[in-house]
């Protein structure tokens, strides 16, 4: 099978890409390398995936040019799409950078998908399209109209352009809303990054809502396992389903939306107790009220993705923080 993944020098794209490739399929991977966070990084990830059936290109998705030459070219048969900006205050400085990767970069994936006949797209939605939602778990068949930052805006625009394109063209799209993504090689923007590097250095933390949030924790392992698994789960059109009685997670055309996280949301004071426990310090904590965008529980209901592809989450909490901690103490010779 002959893969696109967007995004490959990202934290979750570089190790799908790894899985595709042990299990032999080819695979072209896409990325702009932006400055956002540590290029260095990101290089790294990239000299990580030493396989003969992976190509890399620099590219942006926001490039309608070459996205649509790309594709004419490659012809791909499934399309893995992770590439956005990320980050849900750098939404509140820079909200143009999200315009042109979260909207315009998916509509020229869409385009090419769509011109080009691709067997599947799937593509990364966010558990932060849930806003203003108090009830939980978060099920996708929820309403998601009350984003609280521009970030989570874009990618319910990603599902609703996705939901167009599976209605008018027959493409077979599927969004996955991931949920606080954590592990090796993860990206220094998020929460247990900050934590580590700050607790090792000695320096104080900031902890928000003054520690009361809850966050459904997701090792990358299992994000992996999930997001390959269900590239292989291709909607089909479903002509008996109608809106008065569906979800807003399906449709009569091929189109599906899951939630892909934990299932077991953790409390940050946990979070924060189980990583100085893997630093061995205890951390200085600078508590201070919700920050803008921010939202105070996070809770997956996954129940369908399991169905679908019988995915279940297996690294705990404990365990996926030591291996974090241990790869970056070994990463920055800590």
Not at 175 to 185: A, E, M, Q, S
Request: hydrophobic share 40%; net charge negative.
């Amino acid at each position: 099978m002959k893969y696109l993944v967007t995004g490959v020098a990202g934290f979750i794209g570089s190790r799908v890409v790894e899985s595709l490739c042990a299990q032999g399929h080819s695979v072209i991977g896409i990325d702009n390398v932006n400055d956002y966070y540590d290029t260095n990084l990101k290089d790294a990830r990239l000299a990580r995936i030493e396989n003969q059936l992976f190509r890399f290109i620099r590219m942006d998705i926001a490039d309608r040019a070459a996205i649509a030459a790309l594709f004419e070219k490659e012809q791909f048969q499934r399309v893995i799409h992770l590439a956005a900006q990320a980050g849900v205050r750098y939404s509140i400085e820079n909200p143009m950078a999200y315009a042109d990767s979260n909207l315009i970069g998916h509509l020229n994936i869409l385009e090419g998908c769509r011109n080009e006949k691709v067997e599947h797209l799937v593509y990364a939605s966010s558990s932060s399209v849930y806003g203003l939602n108090e009830k939980t778990p978060f099920e996708t068949a929820d309403s998601v109209d009350h984003p609280v930052s521009l970030y989570a805006a874009t990618k319910k625009s990603n599902e609703l352009m996705s939901h167009s394109y599976s209605h008018l063209y027959n493409l077979p799209t599927t969004g996955l809303r991931f949920f606080t993504v954590y592990g090796p090689w993860g990206r220094p923007d998020m929460a247990p990054f900050i934590f580590t590097k700050k607790i090792i250095a000695g320096e104080a933390i900031d902890v928000n809502n003054n520690g009361d949030m809850w966050r459904d924790f997701t090792h990358v392992d299992d994000i992996v396992e999930g997001v390959v698994r269900i590239a292989d789960v291709v909607p089909r059109r479903d002509d008996t389903w109608k809106v008065e009685t569906g979800t807003p997670a399906s449709s009569s055309a091929p189109y599906k939306v899951y939630n892909i996280g934990h299932g077991s949301p953790i409390s940050l004071m946990t979070f924060i107790e189980e990583i100085e426990r893997a630093c061995g310090k205890m951390a200085t904590k600078n508590f201070r009220e919700m920050q803008a965008g921010d939202v105070y529980k996070t809770f997956a209901d996954t129940q369908d993705l399991f169905e679908a592809t019988g995915y279940k989450p297996q690294v705990g909490v404990r365990e996926g923080v030591e291996g974090f901690v241990q790869w970056y103490r070994e990463f920055y010779a800590k």
